[in-house]
């Protein structure tokens, strides 16, 4: 029996799509060893949230409140997860791979003396094993790691992984916890936090993505890209050839050190499929790309190649997407 801990955000007071995707792979791991998902959420824990991580497959709901909580601060987030690991008891602790996920899974991993998997794509029992699957080698190779002791901290890379599917009605036991921390944790504080300036749909969660790279050589042709994502109710990506080059922001970025998609459509346009850009959109379920030249490898992934200039094709298909909207 595999009992998993998975570490819970908000979004407009419902569970986060990184949560769901939390979720999903806990929910199918215990139900393949007869165990039980329990989530923690730290602060405030508003019903629409319990409620949802109950219908999206937790049995169990952990709540914990603490001043020191209120500011993200590492060290407290460090100190109470181990706290509530330690009543809750799990084989298996799993957080998004982002940037919390990243400062706090090591030090929890350090403090309960666990086992610890970072960028996971993939978990699954084998038997009493537990089996982890990540990339390597700069997304070159996928390894599969067998936990050799439990507990096992693991953050799973965001956009990997099904999301939890939601069952309306289902219930589960809400656990309020009374943490004991040392005012001396807070040792940092959150001086500023910067929204990331979005337009139209976010990367991450759009259906459809295009994305352009070193082959549109320069800022002007992403206009084009943006009016197709646009015309797609999808977002615009980029490689990070072109976002080294300033030709667009940073935030734009698909690949193993940025951004995680896996859109219904990824186009690339102009990109010649790098492995770290690979990494970073392989799990999109259809993939389109146009490039000049018949080598590249992001033919190798993509479902439909097109071996020709974008400067000729693109206008065409821009003009078919507004015959059709």
């Given at each position: 029996m595999t009992d998993v801990l998975i570490v819970a955000s908000e979004q407009g007071n419902l569970p986060s799509q990184n949560t769901l995707e939390l979720l999903g792979a806990a929910r199918r791991l215990a139900d393949a060893t007869q165990g039980r998902v329990k989530a923690v959420v730290l602060g405030a824990a508003p019903t629409p949230l319990t409620a949802g991580l109950f219908a999206c497959g937790a049995d169990q709901v952990f709540r914990a409140e603490h001043p020191l909580l209120a500011g993200r601060q590492g060290d407290a987030y460090v100190a109470a997860l181990a706290q509530i690991a330690a009543q809750a008891a799990p084989q298996v602790i799993l957080l998004a791979d982002d940037s919390c996920g990243k400062?706090?899974?090591?030090?929890?991993?350090h403090r309960l003396n666990?086992?610890?998997?970072?960028?996971?794509?993939?978990v699954e029992a084998d038997g009493p094993a537990m089996l982890f699957r990540r990339q390597v080698y700069g997304g070159r190779a996928i390894a599969t790691l067998a936990a050799q002791r439990f507990p096992v901290v693991a953050t799973v890379k965001p956009r990997s992984m099904a999301p939890a599917a939601e069952q309306a009605g289902?219930?589960?036991?809400?656990?309020?916890?009374?943490?004991?921390?040392?005012?001396s944790l807070a040792r940092t504080r959150l001086v500023q936090k910067v929204a990331e300036e979005v337009r139209g749909v976010k990367l991450e969660n759009a259906r459809v993505v295009v994305s352009g790279g070193r082959g549109l050589k320069g800022p002007e042709p992403f206009k084009q890209l943006?009016?197709?994502?646009?015309?797609?109710?999808g977002a615009v990506g980029a490689s990070r050839a072109a976002t080294d080059a300033g030709w667009v922001p940073a935030s734009w970025q698909v690949g193993q050190t940025r951004k995680t998609v896996s859109p219904d459509l990824y186009i690339a346009v102009g990109i010649s499929g790098a492995t770290q850009h690979?990494?970073?959109?392989?799990?999109?379920?259809?993939?389109?790309a146009i490039n000049t030249d018949p080598d590249a490898p992001i033919f190798k992934v993509a479902h439909l190649?097109?071996?020709?200039?974008?400067?000729?094709?693109?206008?065409?298909?821009?003009?078919?997407?507004?015959?059709?909207?």
């Amino acid at each position: 029996m595999t009992d998993v801990l998975i570490v819970a955000s908000e979004q407009g007071n419902l569970p986060s799509q990184n949560t769901l995707e939390l979720l999903g792979a806990a929910r199918r791991l215990a139900d393949a060893t007869q165990g039980r998902v329990k989530a923690v959420v730290l602060g405030a824990a508003p019903t629409p949230l319990t409620a949802g991580l109950f219908a999206c497959g937790a049995d169990q709901v952990f709540r914990a409140e603490h001043p020191l909580l209120a500011g993200r601060q590492g060290d407290a987030y460090v100190a109470a997860l181990a706290q509530i690991a330690a009543q809750a008891a799990p084989q298996v602790i799993l957080l998004a791979d982002d940037s919390c996920g990243k400062e706090v899974a090591p030090r929890l991993a350090h403090r309960l003396n666990a086992g610890m998997v970072t960028e996971v794509l993939a978990v699954e029992a084998d038997g009493p094993a537990m089996l982890f699957r990540r990339q390597v080698y700069g997304g070159r190779a996928i390894a599969t790691l067998a936990a050799q002791r439990f507990p096992v901290v693991a953050t799973v890379k965001p956009r990997s992984m099904a999301p939890a599917a939601e069952q309306a009605g289902r219930r589960g036991e809400e656990i309020a916890v009374t943490l004991s921390l040392d005012p001396s944790l807070a040792r940092t504080r959150l001086v500023q936090k910067v929204a990331e300036e979005v337009r139209g749909v976010k990367l991450e969660n759009a259906r459809v993505v295009v994305s352009g790279g070193r082959g549109l050589k320069g800022p002007e042709p992403f206009k084009q890209l943006e009016e197709l994502a646009q015309l797609l109710k999808g977002a615009v990506g980029a490689s990070r050839a072109a976002t080294d080059a300033g030709w667009v922001p940073a935030s734009w970025q698909v690949g193993q050190t940025r951004k995680t998609v896996s859109p219904d459509l990824y186009i690339a346009v102009g990109i010649s499929g790098a492995t770290q850009h690979l990494a970073g959109m392989t799990g999109s379920k259809t993939i389109v790309a146009i490039n000049t030249d018949p080598d590249a490898p992001i033919f190798k992934v993509a479902h439909l190649g097109i071996v020709g200039d974008y400067k000729a094709l693109l206008p065409k298909f821009i003009e078919k997407c507004r015959e059709l909207t």
